[in-house]
């Protein structure tokens, strides 16, 4: 199986940044995913990371090093509906992600 | 479109009953995936299937099972229910670009939650 570590729970102020770092040993790699997962709710596709490097989307960056099994969510201008569950997944195969535990984000007034 | 689609949303079940849930994937996806989670183990992978057969199987004792249609429905089996079988249970379907590597983009479902008492 895999190893997928990332804090537990962080918490920022509205406006501000916030990283979320995610690290990962594995024997074959097929790119990295972040989900993001409010309470009650389904997981819903971040970004998607196979090359190093990193990528943007709007408010959201996710960043990849292959060479040392490390990825980061970037969330930028903190909102209080990012306040959610962020959860990086490496696939394993055929519908399989291997999922962390997920990192709690709390965005305070 | 619409979305991936489980029912039922909310069950409560006694040790030693089955259960079946039932997950209706987006249009025009064939792969399905099956996801337990629970607040100790997180977002455990169960099974995924493809035109009906399975392709992929997690580690979860042979209590679970699954199958899937020739419209790529699927449904989900609980027998011989435990308390920790407790959990929400997703399912996730995707439109297979990657093949063999899993790096899809899966869609999930609101989930069923079931509690086991």
């Known amino acids: 199986g895999q190893n997928i570590d990332q804090p537990t729970e962080m918490t920022a102020t509205e406006g501000a940044i916030v990283q979320i770092n995610c690290t990962y040993q594995?024997?074959?790699?097929?790119?990295l995913f972040w989900y993001q997962q409010h309470a009650g709710e389904a997981p819903t596709f971040l970004s998607y990371?196979?090359?190093?490097g990193l990528e943007e989307k709007g408010r959201f960056s996710s960043f990849l090093s292959r060479s040392k099994g490390y990825s980061y969510l970037l969330l930028k201008e903190l909102q209080m509906k990012d306040s959610a569950s962020y959860l990086c997944?490496?696939?394993?195969?055929?519908?399989?992600?291997?999922f962390g535990a997920g990192t709690q984000v709390v965005v305070t007034p | 479109k619409a979305g991936v689609t489980q029912t039922p949303r909310y069950l409560i079940k006694t040790r030693g009953q089955q259960v079946t849930l039932s997950c209706s994937p987006i249009?025009?996806?064939?792969?399905v995936s099956w996801y337990q989670q629970t607040p100790g183990q997180g977002l455990q992978f169960l099974f995924e299937y493809f035109s009906e057969t399975q392709r992929n199987k997690g580690n979860f004792p042979g209590r679970f099972s699954g199958r899937q249609f020739s419209n790529s429905r699927s449904e989900m089996n609980v027998s011989t229910l435990e308390l920790g079988d407790s959990a929400l249970y997703l399912c996730a379907s995707s439109l297979e670009v990657e093949t063999g590597s899993g790096a899809n983009v899966l869609t999930f479902g609101a989930g069923s939650r079931l509690t086991v008492l």
């Open positions: 990371n196979v090359l190093d």
């Open positions: 249009s025009g996806h064939r792969s």
């Open positions: 997944a490496v696939p394993l195969g055929w519908g399989k992600l291997q």
């Open positions: 594995t024997s074959g790699f097929n790119g």
